[in-house]
């Protein structure tokens, strides 16, 4: 296909910007467009057809009618919302916030949701637990090069690729991909008890005085093996609105991690099968433990920080290593795709094994490099959710949509609302891809300008207090 020179420097080829100026051109484009702006720019709308009917329950009178018929296309397009920044940098942006706002809520607070700021003065460390060796790779030691020889510069390709291809172990490399989320629940499990141990009590005495909460993340390093980013804190038995017992200190739940991270229990065989030995899998040797400081002292082990970091990680994947977001079909894709020679290894290898652990379901997890598990998780107890912190998005666009349609004075258990929807599609042509893409670097903009207007304010409230 021609390019047209105007258009080149702009990334678009003429296919693209004739479709551009055709959307732009149509009668609904401006409805269209604020469509689009309503699901934040995402990159692959849900296309709905449909109708909502609401009506006043003791008259029957009809308070509002709204239906598709007269949408751009008869369609109306909501958010897909996609946690991958990969797939949808939009959603993923949501994602992320909703993130950031449930770990943060366990750290410092959230009177909205019935977490005391009090929570701050519990016991909390930010834990990172990290993947074994599978063999020396190409890294950036602090005081001296590479095991290879070179300083390698921070956005060297070859950075956590084998300095022997052949002989690193790929198959325990995604085995212990696969079973990071078994070697998490036997961390907990263990940590719990050494927790009881120290404090001189039997498990079941410690659930009536104390409770762990966490909240973690998964996060690739650059060798394409899974570690885990995680706040974990003590609390009284009810959770973080009740005190933790006096014994529990941050020195206390630092050891505690230590031997827990350590222990023998903290392993998972697998079994031997076909040319495979038998493994038990374990953390590896790095282990990084810091306290969570409330307002800080100079480290940057905030609370801020740390939900920000945890957040930031919740929207990726694989992919970071150069796989797919997306499951692979065969071998052949992954040359075909440019897929990096270490991460495509890591891929085959799931390949190959997947034939002798066949309830490990490798092959359908092979994009994954093995992990099968979810990126973010936490324990009951933690904070708010994910579901409540989205309910409280839908409620506050709901209030909105009421008062635009003039029903705040009517009560809600008065009304009825009746609807009809149906998927039709997903995505956009290749110039509202351009559009809406266009249309999520302004909002993006618009947030950050309202974040730094924010950020200068309170420092000018702090200088002058």
């Not at 598709?68 to 109306?76: A, I, M, Q, R, V």
């Not at 940098?89 to 449930?102: E, F, K, N, S, V």
């Not at 956590?160 to 990071?180: I, K, M, Q, R």
């Not at 050494?194 to 005085?209: C, F, H, M, T, Y």
């Amino acid at each position: 296909m021609m390019t047209d020179p105007a258009t080149a420097s702009a990334g678009l080829d003429t296919a693209t910007l004739s479709d551009m100026l055709r959307v732009a051109g149509s009668p609904g484009f401006d409805r269209w467009r604020e469509q689009i702006h309503r699901t934040g720019g995402c990159s692959h709308p849900i296309h709905l057809t449909g109708w909502t009917l609401t009506r006043d329950k003791t008259t029957g009178e009809t308070l509002h009618r709204y239906s598709t018929d007269t949408e751009p296309g008869g369609h109306l397009r909501i958010a897909c919302g996609n946690r991958r920044a990969s797939r949808c940098p939009a959603c993923a942006w949501t994602y992320a916030g909703d993130t950031y706002h449930l770990i943060r809520a366990g750290l410092a607070g959230d009177s909205a949701r019935d977490i005391p700021t009090t929570v701050r003065e519990h016991p909390r460390v930010f834990l990172t637990l990290t993947a074994p060796s599978f063999g020396p790779v190409h890294n950036r030691p602090d005081t001296r090069p590479c095991r290879c020889g070179v300083r390698h510069a921070e956005d060297d390709a070859t950075l956590g690729t084998p300095l022997d291809p052949e002989s690193y172990d790929y198959a325990a490399a995604v085995l212990f991909n696969n079973h990071a989320g078994q070697l998490w629940q036997r961390f907990t499990n263990r940590l719990r008890r050494e927790i009881a141990a120290a404090a001189g009590l039997s498990q079941r005495e410690l659930k009536e005085v104390a409770l762990i909460s966490y909240g973690k993340v998964a996060e690739f390093q650059k060798r394409g093996a899974v570690h885990f980013h995680a706040v974990v804190r003590i609390d009284g038995p009810d959770g973080p609105d009740s005190p933790p017992p006096s014994w529990a200190t941050t020195e206390r739940l630092t050891d505690a991690i230590r031997a827990a991270a350590t222990h023998a229990y903290t392993t998972v065989t697998v079994p031997a099968a076909g040319d495979q030995p038998l493994r038990r899998l374990r953390w590896g040797t790095q282990l990084d433990i810091r306290p969570v400081k409330a307002f800080g002292d100079g480290s940057d082990i905030t609370e801020q920080a740390v939900a920000s970091y945890i957040a930031k990680y919740a929207t990726k994947a694989a992919e970071t290593t150069g796989s797919l977001d997306r499951r692979v079909g065969n071998r052949e894709a992954l040359v075909l795709l440019g897929v990096p020679d270490h991460t495509r290894r890591l891929v085959e290898a799931c390949f190959d094994l997947d034939p002798l652990y066949p309830d490990r379901r490798l092959l359908a997890w092979a994009h994954m490099l093995g992990f099968r598990g979810h990126f973010s998780t936490k324990s009951r107890q933690y904070s708010t959710t994910l579901s409540e912190l989205r309910q409280t998005r839908a409620d506050y666009r709901a209030a909105k949509e009421r008062t635009a349609r003039g029903l705040d004075d009517i009560e809600p258990d008065t009304v009825l609302v009746l609807t009809s929807w149906q998927y039709v599609g997903q995505g956009h042509s290749p110039g509202e891809a351009a559009l809406a893409a266009s249309i999520a670097r302004d909002i993006q903009l618009n947030r950050e300008t309202a974040r730094d207007a924010l950020g200068d304010q309170l420092a000018l409230e702090g200088a002058t207090a």
